[in-house]
């Protein structure tokens, strides 16, 4: 069976972060690390989690550095040849982890993510259609939003090398962001079960803060044209150029 690490990153998320542990924990398949990445919370993780020590690898920040250096942190410090990452509000199912890995098997894949519940305000919530979710080579279909949960999200760790880590500088957006130059590269699976509960526990959750998220997605698609447009072929071009212009259309009112 192939090895896999667990990331979870957590900053001041005492009500989610055991719950978050505890569903890895019992996966049917045992991941071969979990790593806790406390990004600079102001309480004791170790002491609060205390009773999963012998289970977990923690990892301290020293000051808050924001979920993307958090990732990338644990990225970096991962033994498995393959990274799943969690958000301390979110949930892996139980065969999550076996359903996943025997997929990308089968499917000689390096990148896939997988459909999920979501969970908002104490109510199942029904996604729609508007957040339908693709595989294969999917770049053209990504371009208008965020369309694969890290939460979900299975990367064999070398493609980190050839694509690159978290980008830093984004506070929000950094999925949406990577998943787009994962999508320039690599075909990505996408596995149609519900494996993750994907969870709003906070009424300030970090993107719903933002008034104009358009807007940094928006910036993400022009520095991305302005690197890769003499590579792209045209009809990636052209859906690149296409989305940049309805974004700009959309963020006209408010610049």
């Not at 999963?52 to 410090?77: C, D």
């Not at 008034?211 to 997605?217: N, Q, V």
């Not at 044209?225 to 212009?245: G, H, M, P, Q, V």
């Amino acid at each position: 069976m192939n090895t896999v690490s667990v990331i979870i990153p957590v900053y001041n998320r005492t009500f989610s972060i055991r719950d978050a542990v505890e569903s890895v924990l019992i996966q049917s398949i045992k991941p071969s690390e979990i790593i806790v990445i406390d990004d600079g919370s102001s309480f004791d993780t170790a002491s609060y989690l205390k009773n999963y020590m012998h289970h977990i690898r923690l990892i301290k920040l020293n000051k808050n550095e924001g979920v993307s250096f958090a990732r990338n942190t644990g990225i970096k410090a991962a033994c498995g040849e393959y990274i799943a990452f969690l958000d301390s509000d979110d949930l892996f199912l139980p065969k999550k982890l076996e359903c996943q890995i025997n997929y990308m098997d089968e499917n000689n894949l390096l990148i896939s993510h997988t459909d999920e519940f979501w969970y908002r305000k104490d109510s199942w919530v029904n996604q729609g259609k508007s957040n339908k979710r693709y595989g294969g080579y999917i770049f053209d279909k990504i371009l208008d939003k965020c369309r694969i949960s890290p939460s979900s999200l299975i990367v064999h760790k070398s493609v980190f090398d050839k694509s690159g880590y978290f980008n830093e500088d984004l506070k929000v957006c950094e999925d949406y962001e990577i998943s787009l130059r994962f999508a320039l590269k690599y075909k990505i699976g996408y596995l149609e079960k519900k494996l993750i509960i994907k969870r709003a526990v906070e009424e300030n959750s970090l993107s719903a803060g933002i008034c104009h998220i358009e807007y940094i997605r928006y910036e993400i698609l022009e520095k991305l044209y302005r690197k890769i447009n003499n590579t792209l072929d045209l009809n990636s071009k052209n859906a690149l150029i296409r989305e940049i212009e309805r974004k700009k259309q959309i963020i006209s009112p408010f610049v």
